[in-house]
Structure formats: C-alpha cells, structure tokens
C-alpha cells in the first residue's frame, strides 16, 4: 500500500512552488510565477515534474465536515492479534478501501493502526465498528477516541 516514492531532489524553486500549493492549489501559475522569479512555463514544467515523481500525491479539497452532516470523528487505534505480513497487508487494504478511514497509519509502539474516521451519528459509527474491527477475526482489540472539536485538520507541510 506504499505510495511510490521519488528520488528526484527538489531545489530552491520546487520548495518554494511547493509552500504556495500546499496553500492553495488553484493558485494562478503566473501568479506562482512572480513569486517565485520563474516563468509561468517553468512553473507548469515542475509541477508536472513533481506529480509525475509522486512528490505532488493529489490535489484535493478539504471539505467542512459538519456541512456534510459527518458529525463524529473517530480517532481509532487497532491492535492486530498478529504482525504477520499476510495479516498487516490485509488489514492495510481493508483500511485504505474504507471510505469512512480518512487517514491510516501503520505504526509501532505496541499498536497496529491510527485510524481517523468521520460518521454521521453514532450509530453510522457503531457500523463501521462492527465491520471494520468487531467483525475482523485479523482485530485483537480497538480503542476509540471521539473528538470533541477539530482544531486542526487538512494542513501542510512545512518545506525546508
């Protein structure tokens, strides 16, 4: 489940292009242009560059979940009852196939996943529980944290 990584090295220019998309991504390329000190050509050349060395992953909107009546985020921790390759490899597809799983992160320290889920209600979430984890013979157990308010969400990354 591992995104391609690139080796292609970014220089001063594609780090800068990078903070404003991060930003905005429909930000004008000529309006990148000057403030980078690029051609609007160039710009459209790195950005192209970068998505094709899966640098740039997606363009995507950050969407108000309260408008779309996603009342309840989920922050899950599952405890797989094995580490197995087989077992981690499913439990990484079930999760990315999920369209409740927002964000999904295999880790150590004695848990198998972080998992960030939105649901309408409760019992949406009670659903996904079940079929996610209480149904899943792979899940030894999972905790789950409601958030009481989304401080933070969809940000960027701070380029060096």
């Known amino acids: 489940m ?7 090295s970014l220089d001063p220019f594609d780090r800068a292009i990078l903070r404003i998309v991060q930003k905005d991504n429909k930000t004008p390329q000529r309006q990148i242009a ?3 000190n690029l051609s609007a050509a160039a710009v459209q050349r790195r950005i192209a ?3 094709k060395a ?3 992953v997606a363009n ?4 108000d979940v309260h408008a ?8 899950v921790e599952v405890h797989l009852k094995d580490e197995r390759l087989d077992t981690v490899d499913n439990a990484k597809m079930l999760f990315h196939d999920a369209p409740e799983v927002q964000q999904c992160y295999y880790v150590t320290g004695g848990i198998s996943f972080m998992l960030i889920i939105v649901a309408a ?3 949406a979430y009670e659903d996904i529980t079940r079929r996610l984890f209480a149904q899943n013979e792979s899940v030894a157990r999972y ?5 009481l308010d989304r401080v933070k969400a969809g940000s960027s990354i701070v380029i060096p």
């Open 49 to 51: 560059a970068m998505e």
């Open 121 to 123: 209600d409760m019992t």
């Open 68 to 75: 779309v009546q996603m009342g309840i985020t989920a922050i």
């Open 2 to 8: 591992s995104k391609k990584r690139t080796t292609r």
């Open 54 to 56: 899966g640098i740039i």
């Open 34 to 36: 000057e403030q980078v």
């Open 60 to 63: 995507a909107a950050v969407v």
């Open 143 to 147: 905790r789950s944290l409601i958030a």
